[in-house]
């Protein structure tokens, strides 16, 4: 069965420090994986996904096979980064999601 | 690009009793899915449904059902409510069934249930 953890549920950075949010991921087949984000009072959105190898908002996220894990980082943290963010797998018609990690930019 | 939207917002009802929750998917988008975010959980798939034929169901009870209409929108059921059921239901629409078509969320209905 497939399964997604992110061990962190809180995380606290000043601004302009590096963040890092981790996500391990459990599945036989080749994942397809993901991270969605959700900001207060909006709706969850799609971040970036791994088959596109894009950096959004100056995130960006390395699938790691080896060590099923799929890390959401940026360099500088920005007090807009406060937010929910969730990994995902997807697999045929569904996604997986982990249990979520809050972040806090504190300036 | 109105996004997806889902009725009613907000829903308090009784242990026993039955419940409708609504969603219209962004226009074009022929794939929809349903969630049950509880709180302090990532949202937990219920069904999807493409092109008007239940394509996936999560690990939920019978009590729960759904379906999409020729227009795409789609009604999630549930019967006889636990106080369990109490939680965050999300919508979800995409323009196809695979992982590259990215899912648009709604706001959620949030179900309260005593």
């Known amino acids: 069965a497939q399964r997604v953890t992110q061990p962190e549920k809180l995380l606290s950075v000043f601004k302009g420090a590096p963040v890092e949010l981790k996500c391990n991921y459990s599945?036989?087949?080749?994942?397809?994986l993901f991270w969605y984000v959700q900001y207060s009072r909006q709706r969850l959105q799609l971040l970036l996904r791994?088959?596109s190898r894009e950096s959004i908002k100056g995130f960006t996220a390395d699938l790691n096979k080896g060590e099923t894990s799929f890390h959401l980082k940026k360099p500088f943290a920005q007090e807009e980064d406060s937010a929910m963010y969730y990994c995902?797998?997807?697999?045929?018609?569904?996604?997986?999601f982990g249990a979520g990690t809050t972040v806090t930019v504190r300036a | 690009d109105a996004g997806v939207t889902q009725s009613p917002t907000h829903l308090i009802k009784t242990r026993g009793q039955h419940v409708t929750l609504r969603c219209s998917p962004i226009?074009?988008?022929?794939?929809v899915s349903w969630y049950q975010q509880v709180l302090g959980q990532g949202p937990q798939f219920i069904f999807q449904?493409?092109?008007?034929?239940?394509?996936g169901r999560g690990n939920f009870p019978d009590r729960f059902s759904a379906r999409q209409f020729p227009n795409y929108s789609s009604e999630l059921n549930v019967n006889a409510l636990l106080l369990g059921d109490s939680a965050l239901y999300l919508c979800?629409?995409?323009?196809?069934?695979?992982?590259?078509?990215?899912?648009?969320f709604g706001n959620g209905t949030r179900l309260t249930v005593t």
């Open positions: 979800a629409s995409s323009l196809g069934r695979a992982g590259n078509s990215p899912l648009h």
């Open positions: 995902a797998l997807f697999n045929d018609y569904k996604l997986s």
């Open positions: 599945y036989s087949g080749s994942p397809e």
């Open positions: 449904y493409y092109e008007k034929e239940e394509r």
């Open positions: 791994h088959i």
């Open positions: 226009s074009g988008h022929k794939s």
